[in-house]
């Protein structure tokens, strides 16, 4: 009789108690990301078949391997994994339209002759980036304004995908036929490519939300991190939002994802659900 069991499939690793306690430190440690006790399964998804292909029969030995690497490469592919880099044109549209809406007139007088500034943080696969790119492109082209937008996430492999520039039906769904028809190019497979006069826009780096310390030269008028600080300990999301605070121009906006709070008591005037305008008190 056939076996049921697959003898070509070698085991996954297993994973003890205490090596789960272990990773979860780790990530909390390095990225302050949180990883509740219920998320064993999701560490067997997105980690299980790595770990056995490395040779590990269980997760100890591996967690060692992390963190003896001085590459840092095996814990940028630990973050690379766990995290979730999902994401769509269109997602939330409540935030573009905020964007198109309301700040077409302020943002168009404010910027005339000069640079519009916007950080997308934690901007996945690009689509946000992107998004705004042709939102910021549509309003303020007349208006004699530059616009630069700064995108960037902790994966690798992410923002490789924003680099290349192209997406198929599934991202481009949610997206206004007129958009797609100006922004991108066909390719062959139904796959389209963000058009070249919006490529200049957007540059994409590589950036860890929680590091200690990253400033920017110049004041930014918008940041958008929408679904990336839900991640994180109350600790980090307060520090990050007192950063973006810091890195806003006196009337910059902040926009967070539509079920995120935003943790912080004072500084902050809330302009819609999930947008926030820096104030001086
Ligand atoms: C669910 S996606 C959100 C993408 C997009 N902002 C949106 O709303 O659709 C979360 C992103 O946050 C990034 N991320 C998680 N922790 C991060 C950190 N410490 N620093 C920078 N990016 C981080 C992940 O790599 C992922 O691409």
């Known amino acids: ?19 789960f306690t272990r990773l979860a430190s780790l990530l909390r440690r390095h990225f302050h990301l949180e990883l509740p006790g219920h998320k064993e399964h999701l560490v067997h998804s997105r980690l299980g078949s790595m770990v056995r292909d490395l040779g590990f029969s269980d997760y100890d030995g591996w967690l060692d391997h992390v963190e ?14 766990l995290t979730t880099n999902f994401t769509w044109f269109n997602r939330e ?43 910021l492109h549509d309003l303020l082209a007349e208006s004699d304004c530059q ?36 922004h ?7 796959q389209w490519q963000v058009a070249d006069h919006l490529r200049g826009m957007v540059h994409l780096h590589l950036l860890n939300l929680n590091q200690p310390a990253f400033s920017f030269n110049q004041p930014l008028d918008l940041i958008f991190c929408r679904n990336v600080m839900m991640y994180f300990d109350v600790e980090a999301r307060r520090a990050l939002v007192h950063r973006f605070r810091r890195a806003l121009d006196s009337d910059g906006w902040l926009v967070i994802g539509q079920a995120e709070k935003l943790e912080a008591e004072k500084g902050w005037v ?7 305008r820096r104030s001086e008190s």
């Open 68 to 81: 003896d690497d001085a590459s840092g490469e095996a814990m940028s592919e630990l973050v690379n994994r």
């Open 147 to 182: 616009v630069e937008i700064l995108a960037t996430d902790i994966s690798r492999r992410a923002l490789e995908q924003a680099r290349q520039a192209t997406y198929g039906e599934d991202s481009l769904r949610r997206l206004a036929e007129d958009l797609r028809t100006r």
């Open 270 to 276: 809330a302009e819609g659900r999930a947008v926030f």
């Open 1 to 19: 009789m056939k076996s049921l069991l697959n003898p070509g499939e070698p085991m996954l690793p297993t994973l003890s108690p205490e090596a």
């Open 93 to 135: 549209p409540e935030s573009f339209a905020l964007v198109e809406q309301v700040q077409v007139n302020r943002w168009q007088s404010r910027c005339a002759g000069g640079v519009f500034r916007a950080w997308v943080a934690g901007c996945a696969t690009g689509e946000e980036a992107w998004m705004l790119a042709m939102i």
């Open 184 to 190: 991108f190019v066909p390719l062959e497979g139904n």
